[in-house]
């Protein structure tokens, strides 16, 4: 799946080109919210100040004589909400555009790579031509978004950890004790838990996944048959048939559910977990309002980007059962290659 993508002649390049253009995009998008990281704790600053003029500044002003300043990031310039949605909605829009055109084409080599091996195949390999086009397909649309998310939040931690840490290095903790970057811990020490545990509550949902891809295969052949035989179409083979599939749904069900539990309850407790920790700070005037939230967006994109793995967990069970699959595929093209030869 890699190898005739970025290691062909024909796709090489642009492969290997592409992957650092977007690459770039992701991490000039980072720097935007970046920047857009700051501009919270001005516009709070001036909602608790009462400083109206400031508040409208911030929100509505459009300079074009810095725009250019804007666009090359300087720190010294502060940006409106104008400004910065002017520069960030283009450039995230063209970057996911370009991201699906991308994944199109990985699985156009990959389908072309597999359609060729599987036409010289002297054997039959069962269910090939749904490996092909079904799971491929899968396959393209999930890293689509595997692959987005995955090396944004690599980015959003290289340009938000050392905010994160400046931000709360001073701040007091709990009756005015400091710990330098005591949020960084937190945020390490509740994603990684976090991992874990998901980690441990869901190691049966590949298995059940993939399982459940092959109940579904044997039953839909048996459909297909039956459009062409009769006889095929039998109840007292297709009712049981359906049954398998049934059963093994609301086994997956039943471990979505726990799974699901657990990180909804997950998802609401981290969410308010800096909240509570900067509170006492807060009502005891250390710290004003502009830098409460400039923290907890800090905190909120760095603790994110940490539980990657725990957000999208399911998609990535489905995206181990896809990959599974489509190595048996290639495991079997390979063995009948032998074979042949």
Not at 29 to 54: F, G, K, M, P
Not at 161 to 180: A, H, R
Request: charged share 20%; with cysteine; net charge neutral.
């Amino acid at each position: 799946m890699l190898k005739s993508f970025f290691w062909t002649r024909a796709n090489a390049f642009y492969a290997w080109a592409m992957l650092s253009v977007l690459l770039g995009i992701s991490w000039f998008t980072v720097e935007i919210l970046v920047y857009y990281n700051a501009w919270n704790r001005e516009i709070y600053d001036a909602i608790q100040s009462l400083q109206e003029e400031r508040f409208w500044m911030l929100f509505l002003s459009f300079d074009f004589g810095r725009i250019g300043d804007v666009i090359l990031l300087k720190e010294d310039v502060m940006p409106s909400f104008l400004e910065i949605i002017a520069l960030y909605t283009p450039i995230a829009v063209y970057g996911a555009w370009q991201t699906q055109r991308y994944c199109f084409k990985w699985r156009e080599s990959n389908t072309h790579h597999y359609l060729r091996r599987w036409n010289k195949c002297p054997a039959k390999i069962e269910g090939g031509s749904q490996r092909i086009q079904e799971d491929l397909m899968m396959f393209g649309k999930i890293l689509q978004g595997l692959f987005t998310g995955f090396f944004s939040a690599i980015l959003v931690l290289f340009a938000f950890l050392p905010i994160l840490w400046e931000l709360s290095e001073g701040l007091p903790v709990w009756n005015g004790q400091i710990i330098p970057g005591f949020l960084v811990w937190v945020a390490l020490g509740v994603s990684l838990g976090g991992t874990l545990i998901s980690l441990l509550l869901g190691w049966k949902l590949p298995k059940l996944e993939y399982n459940n891809q092959v109940v579904e295969a044997k039953f839909r052949k048996q459909l297909v048959h039956s459009e062409d035989n009769f006889k095929d179409r039998a109840l007292e083979v297709l009712f049981p048939m359906f049954s398998s599939v049934k059963r093994n749904y609301y086994r997956l069900f039943n471990w979505y559910m726990g799974f699901g539990v657990w990180q909804t309850a997950f998802g609401l407790c981290v969410g308010n977990l800096a909240l509570i920790v900067l509170a006492p700070a807060y009502f005891q005037q250390l710290i004003t309002l502009g830098i409460l939230f400039q923290v907890l967006n800090a905190f909120g994109r760095v603790e994110s980007s940490m539980g990657f793995f725990i957000d999208r967990w399911t998609t990535i069970v489905e995206f181990l059962s896809i990959i599974k699959r489509i190595r048996e595929f290639n495991k079997a093209l390979d063995d009948a290659e032998e074979k042949g030869a």
